[in-house]
């Protein structure tokens, strides 16, 4: 196996041996096999759709097959023998459509699991040794931003919002990773593009959330316990936490959240529910230890899954494209598992205090304080804002994150979303003029909200994003954060300080061409980069 699309990858170079999140070289090799036959399918719906012919359910499709291979997403052979499956039936059907031959042999008909692994190992990231380095880079770096593209469009999607441009745009990507005839200047064009559709995507998925379960508003969450019952329900998905408190609903559970499904609590029909009570734990890769000591049922939605402890294994469930072979599966939505073995274990003992935290910043809550924040900085009592945000991690250098809030200054506010506030979440930093020093703008999925709440300072400064007091710090470590980098790449903002390590697949000629275009640097020391910042 050969995998270097997240941050944690051995070495800084590749893991090529087992996966660093967990991932088994078979699992490596049906993903590759799977991205191989995507390539394939994508060049023939390009050829297709050039004769008007359209399949909302191979859209739909697409984006499930390409999120499955997200970093820490999807671990089951079995799960991935069946994508592989559907995607060469597709390529066949489009192969009729359109009178013409996928331009790489994906056909997987009559393989069993072991012939897939064997194929899949011929047709991963180094399959081509020849291939210049920096195209390489560029298609990898494309691929990847596609991955956290299918991903936003996938949650979009179940809460009913789509565009067919999402998709159009995905076929286009993927069959120009086939295509030797690009170079370097058109495949930047393409990663960039796909930094444009990602805004899109962003869009409708913040348009599912909020036109589904309200706009986020400021609500402290509890840390603490409650005696009893209990759900731990981790992951993203608003729509799954959303049915598991309905059928919850006076059965006597308390539910409670982890990682990156904190800030559901800010949305108005999700807090509803009285026994929607508070969060438990931090960010995704402290999980194990975490789970270990939760005592009730644990749901997992989407993505961040590890390797489930022994301990936890039989209490743990995952539902929608995440999974973990031996996991019960919950593919109906019927959480009923969910709920009975919540009921068999023994829950929380006696209610616990905790700190609280504050969520539901997103952009209605801030831009409806605008006059107010415009007026602070006018005054000079605001004289900075810090993005402090992205992925969180379990590989030594994170702490940055939390030393460079800690040495912000007092007339600063920090926005913050993703699971890298886990580094600060609770930190108590105060007010200026009645607005909240630190933000939770939400999840990763609410970048849209970050972005927006950019554009209209601007607009209200009269300025350019790149002329505002403000700054970018971010972590990356999986998919999602290479595409939001390219949104805002494509969004022409530059100075962002990148970490805590650079992609192992961007090339020195293409860091190069970031470098020049957009400023674009590593994370260094807090005080220099606090420095550098603040001018």
């Known amino acids: 196996m050969f995998c270097y699309q997240c941050e944690?990858?051995?070495?800084?170079?590749?893991c090529d041996?087992?996966?660093?999140c967990g991932k088994q070289p078979d699992v490596a090799a049906l993903q590759d096999l799977l991205i191989h036959g995507v390539k394939g399918m994508s060049y023939l719906a390009n050829e297709a759709g050039k004769k008007g012919f359209k399949d909302a359910q191979m859209d739909k499709f697409l984006f499930e097959a390409v999120f499955s291979t997200l970093t820490n997403v999807d671990f089951d052979p079995a799960r991935f023998e069946i994508l592989i499956a559907k995607c060469s039936e597709y390529s066949t059907k489009l192969s009729k459509e359109t009178g013409v031959n996928s331009p790489v042999d994906c056909s997987c008909s009559g393989k069993n699991l072991g012939e897939l692994v064997a194929f899949g190992e011929k047709v991963g990231i180094n399959a081509d040794e020849n291939l210049n380095e920096d195209i390489r880079s560029l298609r990898e770096l494309l691929i990847y931003g596609l991955k956290g593209l299918a991903a936003y469009a996938d949650h979009a999607g179940i809460l009913g919002q789509t565009d067919e441009v999402i998709a159009s745009f995905m076929y286009e990507g993927f069959a120009a990773t086939l295509d030797d005839s690009l170079g370097v200047n058109e495949l930047v064009g393409l990663v960039l593009k796909c930094g444009e559709i990602n805004i899109r995507a962003m869009e409708l998925l913040d348009a599912g959330n909020t036109g589904t379960y309200g706009h986020p508003i400021p609500t402290e969450v509890p840390l603490g316990a409650k005696k009893g019952k209990a759900i731990l329900v981790s992951g993203h998905?608003?729509?799954?936490?959303?049915?598991?408190?309905?059928?919850?609903?006076?059965?006597?559970?308390?539910?409670y959240?982890?990682?990156?499904?904190?800030?559901?609590h800010g949305y108005p029909e999700l807090k509803k529910y009285s026994h929607f009570h508070g969060h438990y734990g931090t960010a995704w890769q402290?999980?194990?230890?975490?789970?270990?000591?939760f005592p009730g049922a644990i749901l997992m939605t989407t993505n961040c899954i590890q390797?489930?402890?022994?301990?936890?294994?039989?209490?743990?469930?995952?539902?929608?494209l995440v999974g973990w072979p031996g996991v019960t599966h919950i593919a109906d939505k019927d959480f009923t598992p969910v709920i009975e073995k919540a009921l068999s274990l023994p829950g929380f003992d006696a209610d616990t205090e905790g700190k609280k935290v504050m969520v539901g910043f997103a952009r209605n809550s801030v831009l409806g304080?605008?006059?107010?924040?415009?007026?602070?900085?006018?005054?000079?009592?605001?004289?900075?804002?810090?993005?402090?945000?992205?992925?969180?991690?379990?590989?030594?250098?994170?702490?940055?994150?939390?030393?460079?809030?800690d040495q912000v200054p007092q007339d600063c506010v920090v926005l913050t979303l993703a699971c890298g506030k886990f580094r600060f979440f609770d930190k108590e930093m105060g007010d200026i003029g009645g607005i909240p020093r630190l933000l939770d703008v939400g999840q990763c999925n609410d970048a849209?909200?970050?972005?927006?709440?950019?554009?209209?300072?601007?607009?209200?400064?009269?300025?350019?994003v790149n002329d505002l007091p403000l700054s970018f710090i971010l972590s990356w470590y999986e998919q999602k954060a290479v595409v939001i980098l390219l949104s805002l790449l494509h969004l022409g903002i530059k100075n962002i300080k990148l970490g805590p390590s650079l992609p192992a697949f961007i090339s020195p000629n293409v860091l190069n061409v970031l470098v020049e275009n957009f400023n674009i640097a590593p994370i260094s020391t807090v005080e220099e980069d606090m420095k550098a910042c603040l001018g």
Do not use: W
């Open 237 to 255: 998905d608003l729509k799954d936490l959303a049915m598991l408190l309905e059928q919850t609903d006076g059965k006597g559970i308390n539910i």
């Open 257 to 264: 959240t982890h990682g990156e499904m904190l800030p559901t």
């Open 17 to 20: 041996k087992v996966g660093i």
């Open 369 to 405: 304080v605008a006059d107010k924040i415009i007026e602070a900085v006018k005054g000079d009592a605001l004289k900075h804002f810090f993005l402090v945000g992205g992925c969180d991690g379990a590989k030594p250098g994170r702490n940055y994150y939390t030393d460079f809030v």
């Open 307 to 320: 390797k489930p402890n022994e301990s936890y294994q039989p209490n743990i469930f995952t539902t929608g």
């Open 8 to 14: 944690q990858t051995a070495k800084g170079k590749g």
């Open 286 to 293: 402290n999980q194990v230890k975490e789970f270990k000591a």
């Open 448 to 464: 849209y909200s970050a972005v927006q709440i950019a554009l209209a300072l601007a607009n209200a400064f009269d300025c350019g």
